[in-house]
């Protein structure tokens, strides 16, 4: 089964540049269909998707964050990343990173599995 | 972007009650609307997806219901592990988005 597993720094001061890996196991990120995204949610609010890559190395970003996200990809690992640029104590949260799971016919997409989350605190 | 908007943002039920949530999206999304449950401290878990299909696993007192811009979670005879948040989220559009939750507490 995949599962997955976010790691990285668990405080960053304001300014500073965030990289998160999500380590990837039970399928190849390479695979023909394989999505990850990644997720965020605040202390006590919604989720908020930021970004996605696609086996054939197609990226997506949230509208609002495009200019301070970068998605890519270590096959050689099977590591998906994400970087964002100049850090706010606003983007303190959960982030999650999960598998854009593709229903049989291939139309319908959700999330599932998530890894478990890991706390960024962004503070000075 | 799609927004997406839940009602209510909390209710309070009863073991046994019928409880129903409200998703709206702000342009027509045909049936591409997931439902998820999150629990304090945990991931969300994904509970029906393409607007009414039931996640392999997950019991069959949650049904969805809906199509367009107008959605529906019900959960038939609550149970005690039903308490939790819930979220709608989209995927008929990149980026994808996440209602704003609905908390069901005990009552």
């Known amino acids: 089964q995949v599962t997955l597993k976010e790691s990285g720094p668990a405080l960053v001061k304001p300014t500073q540049t965030l990289r998160l890996t999500c380590s990837v196991s039970g399928l190849s990120i390479s695979t023909t269909g394989m999505r990850v995204s990644w997720i965020r949610q605040p202390p006590g609010e919604a989720p908020e998707w930021l970004a996605r890559?696609?086996?054939?190395?197609?990226?997506f970003y949230s509208t609002s964050l495009q200019t301070r996200l970068t998605i890519s990809k270590d096959t050689s690992k099977n590591q998906v990343v994400l970087t964002m640029t100049n850090m706010d104590p606003a983007d303190t949260a959960t982030y999650y990173c999960?598998?854009?799971?593709?229903?049989?016919?291939?139309?319908?997409?959700?999330?599932?599995?998530w890894g478990p989350g890991m706390l960024v605190t962004v503070s000075s | 972007d799609i927004q997406m908007t839940q009602s209510p943002s909390s209710l309070s039920a009863s073991v046994g009650d019928s409880v129903s949530i409200t998703c709206r999206a702000s342009q027509s999304i045909a049936t591409y609307l997931n439902w998820y449950q999150q629990k304090p401290g945990k991931a969300p878990k994904v509970l029906i997806y393409a607007a009414s299909t039931l996640q392999s696993g997950v019991p069959s007192r949650f049904s969805g219901s809906g199509s367009g811009t107008h959605f529906t979670l019900t959960i038939s005879s609550l149970q005690p592990e039903d308490f939790a948040t819930y979220y709608c989220q989209q995927s008929d559009a990149t980026p994808r988005t996440f209602g704003q939750g609905t908390k069901v507490e005990v009552k």
């Open positions: 999960a598998r854009d799971q593709p229903a049989s016919s291939g139309s319908y997409f959700w999330f599932d599995p």
């Open positions: 890559i696609d086996w054939e190395d197609d990226k």
